[in-house]
């Protein structure tokens, strides 16, 4: 598990207890001595007004298709979650080094930084 894999997990509702099984990328390597991982949702729901630290993941562009999302998605950079690694389902694929750095100066951004 590292920066840039996407996974499917268990994520966090932000507005009730529970939780979802979605793809998240990962912001982190597994920290801590129960293990745990920075992530960030993704959502095949494309909101009207995106913000400046979403990214459009499209698996029909050649820079997307290492992803292996089945649709359009979007990478919501706001909503962020640590989840035990236990959480992770299974490996979907990863974002190509040029759209990981763009994530990562994203985050900069997000936290002012």
Same mark, same amino acid.
């Given at each position: 598990m590292r920066p840039g894999e996407i996974h499917l997990a268990q994520f966090p509702f932000g507005d009730m207890p529970g939780m979802k099984l979605r793809p998240v990328l990962l912001l982190t390597g597994p920290l801590g001595s129960v293990p745990e991982i920075l992530v960030a949702y993704i959502s095949s729901v494309t909101p009207a007004q995106l913000l400046p630290t979403d990214l459009i993941l499209d698996p029909t562009k050649p820079?997307?298709?290492?992803?292996? #999302? *089945?649709? *359009?998605? $979007?990478?919501? #950079?706001?909503k962020l979650a640590t989840i035990h690694c236990s +959480?992770?389902?299974? +490996?979907?694929? +990863? #974002?190509?080094?040029?759209?990981?750095? +763009? $994530? !990562?100066?994203? #985050?900069?951004?997000? !936290?002012?930084i």
């Open positions: 820079e997307f298709r290492s992803t292996h #999302l *089945k649709t *359009k998605s $979007v990478l919501r #950079l706001h +959480s992770l389902a299974r +490996s979907l694929g +990863s #974002l190509d080094a040029a759209s990981l750095a +763009s $994530v !990562f100066n994203k #985050l900069k951004q997000l !936290f002012g």
